[in-house]
């Protein structure tokens, strides 16, 4: 056993273990740590209730977190104000509830375009429109207002196609996804689910709409050019069953030359 005094009420602590106790009860250890605080109880009542400041502004004072602001107004049993949120005056227009009003409602500004005027997320403006309750506008409205560019041949981009377009790609594409967009292969496809009756070879499954099938290659893809179309060099398989074709417990190597 350990013996030790409170370090806030001198009380003789006896406990098991190796390290020594520091109080004898909570409420020690609470009045302990309200003596750390870099407040007091008077000053703490002063800004809270009598200048009104909210935790925010409190804890922007003594560099400290508003959560811990509360939880010192909750410890020392000062009333807590009803929850609520006022715009404080910061120089920030759109935290005042005329102007916002003015800007999006009157003027049909965007929430987006306040938000890049100052600084902000789309969602902080939309934040202070709730909080002032300014109805958000449905997308009818916002398609009505939005500026969706030139049209015709006012476009810049108008009757570009080919080479023509800055996105074009020719022979960039990588080199499967060309293969499989190409109509010869959709033939071969078409071929081999109807020669394997649209059923996967190794366990009979059909496709459904839980159950995809594929056509898998027996000799691979890679380095067999001759043969990625080739009908015989192809089998249908579900996508559980591909899965374990292509895994290391086909250690037989099924469906794999």
């Not at 059909?206 to 000799?219: D, I, P, Y």
Request: some cysteine.
């Amino acid at each position: 056993m350990i013996k030790s005094n409170c370090e806030w009420c001198n009380t003789e602590i006896i406990r098991g273990g190796y390290k020594a106790g520091r109080f004898c009860s909570l409420k020690c250890k609470g009045e302990w740590q309200r003596t750390q605080k870099p407040v007091d109880e008077t000053w703490l009542r002063q800004k809270y209730l009598v200048e009104q400041l909210s935790c925010t502004a409190i804890a922007k004072l003594v560099d400290r977190n508003p959560k811990q602001v509360y939880w010192w107004l909750t410890g020392y049993e000062i009333p807590i104000r009803q929850r609520g949120w006022k715009a404080e005056a910061t120089g920030k227009p759109y935290q005042n509830k005329e102007w916002l009003t003015r800007e999006y409602v009157d003027l049909q500004r965007s929430a987006g375009d306040i938000a890049q005027e100052f600084g902000v997320t789309e969602a902080n403006i939309y934040h202070h429109m709730k909080i002032f309750k300014i109805p958000r506008r449905g997308m009818a409205s916002i398609r009505k207002l939005k500026h969706w560019g030139q049209t015709g041949k006012a476009n810049p981009m108008f009757g570009k196609t080919g080479k023509a377009n800055p996105n074009y790609i020719d022979g960039s594409s990588p080199e499967r996804q060309h293969v499989y967009s190409s109509i010869e292969w959709k033939k071969a496809v078409a071929a081999v689910y109807k020669r394997d009756n649209y059923a996967c070879v190794r366990c009979g499954a059909r496709h459904t709409g839980f159950q995809s099938l594929c056509a898998h290659h027996v000799k691979p893809w890679a380095g067999n050019h001759d043969l990625r179309l080739d009908v015989s060099n192809m089998i249908i398989l579900c996508r559980p069953c591909h899965l374990w074709v292509h895994s290391r417990a086909n250690a037989d190597r099924e469906f794999l030359e």
